[in-house]
């Protein structure tokens, strides 16, 4: 539940984390909590891992492509000296920061700042994917968000990857990975039906094709 009164005779800050699987509106949930803290005056700053550069390397970006102006940073340490004299803190894709991030939000929360965190609660093999677990144990205030599940129609709680790659980080967006509700998810798999088709044998009349 996204909290709606704000006392400004508190210096008590607190944590919200929105999360849930890919496509689920997860980072346009968080544009829309800053955004509505600037139009009640508060001060905001929003922050993204530097790694990602999908859409914007200074923005946050949705999937629906909403953006809001961002700070790309390497390191949870690294908020904590930036977000000075800000009222609400934003952070978008909190997986890739791993578990200090928990220790900076608490921090921040410390300092008396609204502290909102979004990001997977679960990766592509649906194992919790680390710091949001966490993070979502000591939130005030915690949103799970659903995508809609391409196969069946169903709520999608899952993040299906479609191209091969053991690795847990991998960024993409619908090229790599497709929500998926539970019946229809397969962890750890890349399913035939979204599965690159295998290239054709090049045989001594044809050229080889280029690389990319």
Not at 123 to 148: N, R, S
Request: overall charge negative; proline content about 8%.
């Amino acid at each position: 539940m996204e909290p709606h009164i704000v006392d400004r005779t508190r210096n008590a800050g607190w944590i919200e984390v929105v999360c849930g699987s890919m496509f689920s509106g997860k980072t346009e949930e968080l544009i829309r909590r800053l955004r509505r803290a600037r139009i009640a005056r508060q001060e905001t700053i929003a922050f993204k891992p530097a790694l990602d550069t999908r859409y914007s390397d200074d923005e946050v970006v949705s999937h629906d492509e909403t953006a809001l102006p961002t700070v790309p940073v390497e390191s949870a340490a690294s908020m904590i000296r930036q977000a000075d004299g800000a009222d609400v803190v934003g952070i978008d894709e909190a997986q890739f920061f791993g578990n200090d991030l928990v220790e900076a939000c608490q921090t921040l929360a410390a300092r008396g700042v609204r502290v909102v965190v979004a990001g997977l609660d679960q990766d592509y093999k649906g194992q919790p994917f680390e710091p949001i677990p966490q993070l979502m144990a000591i939130a005030e205030h915690v949103t799970k968000l659903h995508a809609i599940c391409v196969q069946c129609g169903a709520p999608a709680n899952h993040s299906q990857r479609i191209v091969p790659g053991d690795e847990r980080v991998l960024l993409g967006a619908t090229e790599a990975y497709e929500p998926r509700c539970r019946d229809c998810f397969q962890p750890g798999e890349v399913p035939e039906s979204t599965a690159p088709a295998p290239a054709a044998p090049v045989t001594s009349s044809a050229s080889p094709e280029g690389g990319e």
